[in-house]
């Protein structure tokens, strides 16, 4: 719902003065926020076993996804394993979103009010980096081989690297049938690997919302992807004790 009205602010705005119109759109979402809070109050079982439902389906599907991967590449990690390791990840990863869904609304509601940005599209993507970069350190593991006593060679940094950025078009490279020869002994669960993926999203975010001559909007909306790509990173190192 928030949502919707966000969209019939962008669409109005050159028709109703912009100011009035935001004034209005917060009193509706504060009024609908009202109208969830007695929702829960009044049906606590039934919000929880719907935000259960999605835990649920959410962890199936990360499951089945790595189960497969594991398959094809022969892997001999237990199922076991890989079920304790994806419950613990989309455990925190739904924590952690449900503290950046309201702090993600007030950023794109401050940035329309503010500096007259809409920063919609930026906040939407920014979740599914969030949420694919929970998951982006054990892709390349298809690409991985165990480092060997003495061994010091390894692939040339941007074949490394690679593996880590371009993650998504390897698997499906690997699903298509298509075999490098590329393997890596770098497991990317490092905080030089973290800056590598960071400045890589800010490049991205650069070219995608960087309009010339930049905006203090613009750089809002610049910063905000890598910073949803990095806390999903985190969350991930964080699991994995890392830090």
């Known amino acids: 719902m928030c949502l919707g009205i966000l969209f019939l602010v962008f669409a109005l705005k050159e028709l109703i003065n912009l100011h009035f119109l935001m004034a209005s759109s917060y009193f509706v979402c504060f ?31 990360v499951l089945a996804f790595f189960k497969g991967i594991n398959r094809r590449i022969g892997s001999k990690l237990s199922v076991w394993y890989m079920e304790k390791e994806t419950s613990e990840h989309v455990h ?21 009010y503010i500096f007259e940005e809409n920063a919609l599209d930026s906040m939407l993507w920014g979740l599914l980096i969030f949420f694919y970069s929970n998951f982006l ?54 905080f030089k690997s973290l800056t590598v993926y960071g400045a890589f999203l800010f490049l991205l975010s650069f070219f995608a919302f960087g309009d010339l001559p930049i905006s203090t909007g613009d750089m809002a909306e610049i910063v905000f992807l890598p910073l949803y790509g990095l806390i999903g990173y985190l969350t991930h190192l964080k699991v994995d004790k890392v830090w």
């Open 137 to 190: 350190p054990d892709l390349p593991s298809i690409y991985r081989r165990k480092k060997r006593n003495g061994e010091a060679k390894d692939l040339i940094w941007y074949k490394k690297y690679a593996l880590l950025l371009f993650a998504p078009l390897l698997i499906w490279a690997f699903y298509s049938g298509i075999r490098l020869s590329w393997k890596t002994t770098e497991t990317f669960h490092n």
């Open 92 to 112: 925190l990863l739904c924590i952690v979103l449900c503290l950046l869904l309201p702090a993600s609304l007030l950023y794109v509601f401050t940035d329309l």
């Open 31 to 61: 009024v609908m926020l009202i109208g969830m809070s007695y929702m829960v109050s009044e049906h606590p079982k039934a919000i929880r076993d719907f935000l259960a439902s999605l835990h649920d389906a959410l962890h199936g599907i």
